[in-house]
């Protein structure tokens, strides 16, 4: 069985990335020879998914015009959050309300590459057997950027949230629309969702190997720059 459909959370307004994203949406920023939206595409159209929602906010514009340029021979869907952005969990839920079956939520500020590509598959088989949301972790000691204090443990493939995490999101994550039922709220984080998940152990996980390069400030835009990473 193989998941279908795909989102990406691309409405951030990527302030800690200024000056670049006064005049780009983060998303478009290049890191060797694609950007990193291109990047989510790919992965996902790689393991099969037939159809993206992309949530958008700020110069939105830009990124529909790049989507339509690139000729994707998928269904790409823009779910404008115009008026207010809804947060990491609120954006999911509104991008994703047509999805009856499972589906993988993906954000691109991570540098996703072929390297991921059967670690997405792994994950899937996950969720297939475990019926079960699930999410991508990797030890932070595995991270470029050593600011990242770990936002989970993972044990025997259960996750959970200590005082001492030693685990990082990489930003993928398999759910379906059943973790939103007793969600009210328009706007919130999928911190909310977790939360709840965790205290019924319901959330689970497999372990990324790869280095993990994830663009969250301008002072590793520049050094990951430095690195001439190539596809």
Known sequence: MKIKHGMILAAGLGKRMQPITFKIPKPLI???NKNLIERAIEL????GVEEIAVNVHHLPGQIK???NKKK???KITIS???DILL???GGIFHATR???KPFIAINPDTLWSKAYYNELKDLEDLYFEKKKPCLLLVNKNLSFDSSFKGDFNLNDGVISRDNSNEFIFTGLQILDESVFSSIKDKKFSMNKIWNYLIKENSLIGNESKQKFYHLNAIEIYNKLSNLKITD
């Open 87 to 89: 947060d990491t969990g």
């Open 80 to 82: 404008y959050e115009r």
């Open 44 to 47: 996902l159209i790689n393991h």
């Open 30 to 32: 290049q890191i060797g």
């Open 65 to 67: 015009d790049f989507i």
């Open 98 to 100: 047509s999805f009856k």
């Open 72 to 74: 994707y021979k998928i």
